[in-house]
């Protein structure tokens, strides 16, 4: 009896080598094998299964780079230990049906009852995909369904042997082969479900896969989802780089740019001008100095027409600034008539910005009187002698 999905019977072997191997002989799993090269000797006699494999090429198989002496008598014990654990001796067979036969310088296995999931899903990919070539889709389809359902895993998952390998990368191959039928039928039937559950598959057996990220890409930007587009694509340029060392093909990036084209003014919009910087017009009064940077420029003297440090409501002239204003005031003396070295003298502007000073002082500033010891030489703002001109700055 066999089910309708993989084809699996009722044999009194089954085998699976896809993902971790499994033997399992008239319903009991066999897990125990007397000696250490029995197992791979039985497992690539199956894969070879109606062949007479010499004992040279058995010898390559399982001890490769070893002594040819030494490797016979190992050879011999493991087909011995073989025999003991499947019965399956030639001269008295039991209900297994294994028969391990030496002839011609070498053995061959037969086996009369046997399901294994390396040959039959290799029977349904390859009538798979003559039937898409038929043009079959519906047959095509159910046939590579069921052979994607037994690829279970790689081949023997674990070991790494040069045959293994050779026998595992041939049946990935295969598995990838009928995922890229399933996913053009997808694409082409519009399942969006289906087509990411066929790429899921496909970076799960080879996640290098550029063509599969491409229809994720595709498949995203159909639906407007940009910045899924962007995720497949990092991820693949991202594993393309620290795994093999390559870029991403030249037809990932244009598809890439034609779905996610680079950010620009959006449409309607004009853009806004570039705000023009206003030129310094200030003349630069400094002289370059020879000997190092320019030094600072002097102060710019007040006119003598206006004095900043006039108080506010001046009468119209000097007299009558002073009309009010204690003899101490009055009798301020002007720069002019003292001295130039006079310690303790300095100039400050007058009330009225008049003329006179000694040389060297500019128009409109007379001297300081000198502060008395002990006494606030210079009070504060609102503060000053008794009877001094309310509004008047005195010095």
């Excluded at 999931?117 to 290799?122: G, I, K, L």
């Excluded at 066929?198 to 599969?212: A, F």
């Excluded at 206003?278 to 940077?293: F, I």
């Excluded at 002007?334 to 310690?343: E, H, M, T, V």
Aim: aromatic share 6%; glycine share 10%.
């Amino acid at each position: 009896m066999t089910t309708a999905l993989t084809g699996i019977a009722r044999q009194a072997v089954r085998i699976r080598f896809l993902g971790d191997f499994e033997l399992t002989v008239n319903g009991a799993p066999v897990r125990r094998w007397r000696a250490g090269k029995a197992r791979g000797l039985f497992q690539y006699l199956v894969i070879h299964r109606g062949q007479t494999l010499t004992r040279d090429r058995l010898y390559e198989v399982l001890w490769p780079g070893c002594d040819r002496s030494a490797g016979g008598s190992s050879l011999k014990v493991a087909a011995h230990a073989l025999r003991r654990v499947l019965d399956a001796h030639p001269d008295s067979p039991h209900e297994s049906g294994i028969r391990l036969h030496y002839r011609d310088f070498g053995y061959v296995l037969d086996i009369a009852e046997l399901w294994s999931d390396v040959d039959r899903f290799q029977e349904l990919v390859h009538s798979g995909l003559r039937a898409a070539g038929a043009g079959d889709r519906g047959a095509a389809r159910e046939r590579l369904r069921s052979a994607v359902g037994l690829y279970a895993g790689e081949f023997l998952r674990g070991e790494n042997a040069d045959w293994v390998v050779e026998q595992r990368e041939y049946l990935r191959s295969l598995a990838l082969r009928a995922l890229d039928v399933l996913r053009a039928d997808a694409v082409e039937r519009d399942d969006f479900p289906e087509l990411i559950e066929i790429c899921r598959r496909t970076l799960g057996i080879d996640r290098h896969h550029e063509e599969t990220y491409r229809a994720l890409m595709a498949a995203h930007g159909r639906r407007g989802e940009l910045a899924c587009v962007r995720n497949w694509y990092e991820l693949c340029a991202r594993r393309l780089r620290d795994d093999l060392g390559v870029a991403p093909s030249a037809e990932t990036e244009r598809l890439l740019a034609a779905l996610v084209p680079p950010a620009g003014p959006r449409p309607g919009l004009r853009p806004r001008p570039a705000r023009r910087a206003r030129p310094d017009t200030r003349a630069d009064t400094r002289a370059p100095s020879p000997a190092g940077p320019a030094t600072r420029p002097a102060p710019a003297t007040w006119p003598a027409s206006w004095s900043p440090l006039r108080p506010v409501g001046r009468p119209a002239s000097r007299a009558a600034a002073q009309a009010g204003a204690p003899a101490a005031v009055r009798a301020a003396p002007r720069a002019d008539a003292l001295p130039a070295s006079r310690p303790g003298v300095r100039a400050v502007p007058s009330a009225d910005g008049g003329p006179g000073g000694p040389a060297g002082t500019p128009a409109g500033f007379r001297p300081a009187a000198p502060a008395a010891a002990g006494a606030d030489a210079w009070p504060r703002a609102g503060r000053g002698p008794a009877g001094a001109v309310p509004g008047a700055r005195i010095q």
